[in-house]
């Protein structure tokens, strides 16, 4: 009787051939088959597994479509079209004649030696540019800031940002933003390579704060018998005359005329 009581069972053992296994694997197969099936027959009804994530990712994709999404330009220019104002300002004693005086050297190969107003200069077949150096005083400030296509804002490095740049920036935000390029000039002031780079770098980001993200930056580093480096010089041209300008809803809904007299 001990004996009998002792006695294991065979445990189950799943069979994997033989008339019973097969029967089980087609049943197995039948299954999967039925589920897919159904999945071809009423696709829409397998389409959404979760109605937040299908909302998730259907907002995703028009957001990446709205951002491609420019809206067509109907080209006004005319044959010959005004030239493209380019403002330069910062504080005093920054560059800027010198600046507007090496561009003008960079286009023209002629030099002017003073300069006492609007200045407009052939930049390529189809653009002229005219350059007009920003007084430091609120009124001219305003004035550019209304009919500026592009703003060159002039930084010393050696002393940072200067209250005539805010004030400038501030007026630009009610006048109309216009394309707004940071030039820093005053590098060759730091003579240790070091606080050189992280003059550059935290300048740059201070810029990029005050303007945007990504906003363009030159750097002027010295000059070479009064004038800036040729090379840095004819690179900022470049940029300027292959620049593309897309029309400023402000300022076609607020036009001004520019007079020089
Ligand atoms: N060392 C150095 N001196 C510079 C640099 N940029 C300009 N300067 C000098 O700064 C002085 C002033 O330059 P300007 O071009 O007259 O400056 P500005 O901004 O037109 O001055 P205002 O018209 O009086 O506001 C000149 O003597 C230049 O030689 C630079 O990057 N490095």
Redesign the pocket.
Known sequence: MEKMEKKEHKRHQRKHSGPKALKKNRKKDQGAEQEQDARKRNPRAFTVHSAVRMAKTFHRTQDIKMKKHHIPLVDRTPLEPPPIVIVVM????????????CLIRNYTRQKLTEIFGPVTIVSGKKRRLTFI?C??DINSMIDLAKVADLVLM?I??SFGFEMETFEFLNICQVHGFPRIMGVL?????FKNNKTLSKTKKRLKHRFWTEVYQGAKLFY????VY?E?QSQEVKNLGRFISVMKFRPLTWQTSHSYVLVDR
């Open positions: 910062g504080p005093p004693k920054v560059g800027k004649s010198t600046l507007i005086r150096e007084n430091n002039l010393d490095a000039t005053h590098l060759d002031s002027l580093s010295g000059m009064g800036y």
